[in-house]
């Protein structure tokens, strides 16, 4: 599993990719510090495998992995090629789901892209550019189907029909993952590999002194944004997540306890991104190994080993 973690410059992206990832992906004052996608492979946390290893007296444990990319920072007009565009929308084509970190703090010495916090402008500038890029490629799917149509070529009725559902949403500025689809034709969908279909999950990067507290209102923002769309969102301290992950192992569920912390930033997303794709892991065991598989549910154990 891939998973593309985007958002504007300066949100706090590249920190959480550095704690959850340990990384050392560049993290700095000023818009662009990631140009080229820093990769991390992290072990999904799961305590069943250590149980099940003393229990079948193993010490080889193989837990299943995610792939982290922390994708370039991108600007209003990516889609016509402003800032890093089309090397940044690329990339996003590349991964199963999407991570959008989204600055819900307010810190005068943090420069922020656009002049002010406002995460509800933030979010529709990258949905924007990713709907503008979609309906490039849809337009021209369109009238590829419209000349297949005309001719009676296999399965040009069913992709005409899925296409007609998703350019007039696009051209309304909605995400393709917004409109109601049937499974047949989320299959034809996904073989547009279009880029606003894409699942997403929502990072509400917080401040360390807003840990605990009742929701702030931008991350009500966010909030909002993600249940009209059916979302997964989530809310931390990309900050607290580095602090968290310089720590040496023994210390962690320390701080985590002082500061009421029951999950890392890593697990959250760990969690969100199996829920958001359907995913579920399946631990095999024995003398040889224990190991964890990232399967669907609803998979048969037949299909996996």
């Not at 959850?20 to 000023?30: F, H, M, P, R």
């Not at 299959?187 to 590999?193: D, R, T």
């Amino acid at each position: 599993m891939k998973i593309g973690v985007v958002g504007l410059p300066n949100v706090g992206k590249s920190t959480l990719f550095n704690a959850i990832t340990n990384a050392g992906a560049e993290s700095a004052n000023y818009p662009f510090c990631t140009i080229e996608p820093n990769v991390g492979v992290v072990d999904v946390p799961d305590e069943r495998l250590e149980a099940l290893a003393q229990l079948y007296h193993t010490n080889k444990i193989v837990p299943a992995t995610i792939e982290f990319v922390d994708i370039a920072g991108l600007v209003e007009g990516a889609s016509k090629g402003e800032g890093l565009g089309n090397k940044f929308l690329s990339h996003i084509r590349e991964v199963d789901a999407i991570v959008h970190v989204v600055r819900c703090f307010d810190n005068e010495k943090i420069i922020h892209v656009s002049g002010s916090i406002n995460p509800k402008k933030d979010i529709e500038v990258i949905n924007l550019e990713l709907v503008l890029a979609d309906l490039e490629t849809v337009n021209k799917r369109f009238e590829k189907a419209q000349k297949m149509l005309k001719v009676g070529e296999k399965g040009a009725r069913e992709e005409f029909e899925v296409l007609s559902k998703i350019k007039p949403a696009l051209e309304e500025g909605k995400s393709a993952r917004t409109v109601p689809l049937s499974n047949d034709e989320k299959k034809i969908l996904n073989s547009f590999f279009l880029l606003s279909s894409k699942p997403i999950i929502y990072v509400a990067n917080i401040a360390e002194d807003e840990i605990g507290k009742p929701e702030n209102e931008y991350v009500k923002q966010v909030v909002e944004i993600a249940n009209s769309e059916g979302a997964e969102v989530i809310s931390l301290s990309a900050k607290i997540e580095e602090e968290l992950a310089a720590l040496p192992q023994e210390e962690r569920a320390i701080f985590k306890e002082e500061l009421g912390i029951t999950q890392s930033g890593l697990e959250k997303l760990v969690s969100a991104s199996y829920n958001l794709l359907g995913l579920m892991s399946f631990l095999t065991a024995g003398e040889k190994e224990v190991r964890a598989w990232t399967i669907k549910k609803g998979s048969k154990a037949s299909d996996v080993v």
